[in-house]
């Protein structure tokens, strides 16, 4: 079959979140079917990283959309019903892009990836075309409004009306997807949206392989994840301020160790003789290997948590609230 990738985000390099799921999931339907990719460019940097993706899309789309561009669309996202994610990622030219490819190719299916693209597709009723979410947004929007106080607590209730309300374009697609079993009977009970089907987040075990874990190896407490996403930093947040003093008078020499790009200040300020803040770490496998217990003390967010997923493959055990293993089939 003949595809093509829609993505809100270049879709390399494939270490955490949503370019971590495309990327692997592009990756496996390249060896049978012929792909094409359009995307944003945000960051010019991200060119280096064409030759990788070369190996998996026969052709390659870029259409630039800068930072100063879309916070202006998110500045005039009060002019809009839209979610001000989805007006972020607003753009003529990539509107007339997709026009242009689906014009001059002949695909099979359009794989949209996110909520943030559904704009661009739905009108599209003569192709089939699959909306493949990282989680029921609306839930994810509505669990961060209990850890938000102030005018940051008006904008997310604001937010997740705009998200519950533009979710009902997922009727507009032939297929929408979601990676956990609570994401899809939330859809189905608070939208009743019926063309919900599950395609549940893997792990590269060439990467994360099990093997024997020593529970003696050391008295290190890991964290993993993109360090600028709000579930992450209210995590660690949370655990170095309320759990962490009550594991320290039981094991005084317990360390805890953030590994993730981009840590915001609120992240970097916890670095402490017995906290480290790592940034980005290329081999996380390695991090993993070396920790004690893995923690996800996640207080709202949605979908499958990669983090779990990967710490349970290599057979470290972990500690969670239930946000954390939610969606994950796991049973006690």
Known sequence: MKLLFTANRFPYPPYRGDKLKIFHLA???????????????????????????????????????????????????VLHKEPFQVRYFHSAAMKEKIAELLSANRYD????????????????????????LPDAYSLYWKRRIESTNGLLKAFTRLEQKRVFDYEQILGDYNLALVCSREDKAYLERERHIKNVE??????????FVSEQ????IDKTILFTGNMDYAPNVDAVIYFVSEIFPLIKKQVPDAVFVIAGQRPVKKVLDLAAPDVQVTGFVKDLSAMYASASIVVAPLRFGAGTQNKVLEAM????????????????????
């Open 27 to 77: 990756r496996r339907l390249s060896v049978k079917h012929e792909l094409h990719l359009v995307t944003f460019l945000q960051d010019e940097s991200d060119l280096q990283y064409l030759p990788e993706l070369r190996k998996i899309f026969s052709e390659i789309h870029l259409v630039r959309l800068t930072k100063a561009q879309s916070y202006i669309n998110s500045l005039f996202a």
């Open 109 to 132: 299916a359009v794989h949209v990836q996110h909520l943030r693209m559904a704009q661009y597709l739905a009108d599209y009723k003569n192709i089939p075309r699959i909306l493949d």
């Open 198 to 207: 599950l395609l549940p987040n893997g792990v590269d075990l060439d990467t």
């Open 213 to 216: 874990h020593h529970y003696n």
């Open 313 to 332: 493959a290599m057979g470290v055990p972990v500690v969670s609230r239930n946000i954390g293993f939610n969606g994950l089939n796991i049973n006690s």
